[in-house]
């Protein structure tokens, strides 16, 4: 859900969303541990671990716009319609409606205010952003309202009710609902689970534990 808002070229966006494969030239032995760890984080229960690797990648994947590198198109394309460098009106459009999505998931936007930032007709918004991102614009509002949430669970004295509130659920149910389904386990369960984690994580903690 990051992937738009990567301040890449224009080109190689709109190629990878396509199918391309991006190359680079310039790996090495770090991006192989790093891959291995972001890959080991981002499997994890631990939302520090995944935000983390995360944020390391998304820098990762912008550095190749610095470095050489090649795009690859799969089979039946040779990505020329797109060698003018100029950004498709689509991909500039879609661009618009994550950045309006970011700015405001917290407030109770409908797919409507959406479409208009976009200058989109609202059914038209719905299918372009489905079609390149695979994800449908509540599906993607939702992953966003959650990723905040859970990082405000990490909180001891967060309340379930103000993080669902806060977060731009319209209510704990529905926060609930969302939060299992996309999680797999509730708001109460995230947090006591990342609690105990942490808890044995925490230098000394076994030897203190050992005691009691």
């Known amino acids: 859900m990051h992937f738009f808002r990567l301040r890449l070229p224009h080109l190689l966006i709109h190629r990878v969303v396509h199918g391309a494969t991006l190359l680079t030239a310039a790996g090495g032995k770090g991006d192989f541990f790093n891959f291995r760890r972001w890959s080991e984080y981002l499997s994890s229960d631990d939302t520090a671990k995944a935000n983390h690797a995360v944020e390391e990648l998304l820098l990762r994947i912008e550095r190749i716009a610095l470095e050489r590198f090649g795009l690859v198109d799969p089979p039946g394309t ?11 009106p689509s991909l500039a459009k879609v661009r618009r409606i994550c950045d309006f999505i970011t700015d405001n998931f917290r407030e109770g936007i409908k797919s409507t205010d959406i479409a208009n930032f976009a200058d989109l007709h609202p059914k038209y ?10 994800m449908t614009l509540n599906e993607y509002v939702n992953l966003l309202r959650l990723s905040y949430a859970q990082a ?12 669902a509130m806060e977060s731009g659920f319209g209510s704990l149910s529905a926060f609930n609902k969302c939060f299992r389904k996309i999680s797999g386990k509730s708001p109460s369960d995230f947090r006591r689970d990342y609690r105990l984690r942490h808890r044995f994580d925490r230098p000394g903690a076994l030897a203190h534990g050992g005691h009691a």
């Open 78 to 88: 040779d990505g020329r319609e797109d060698d003018n460098g100029d950004e498709p």
């Open 125 to 134: 918004a719905m299918s372009l952003f489905r079609r390149s991102t695979g």
């Open 152 to 163: 405000m669970l990490i909180d001891d004295e967060a309340n379930v009710l103000h993080v």
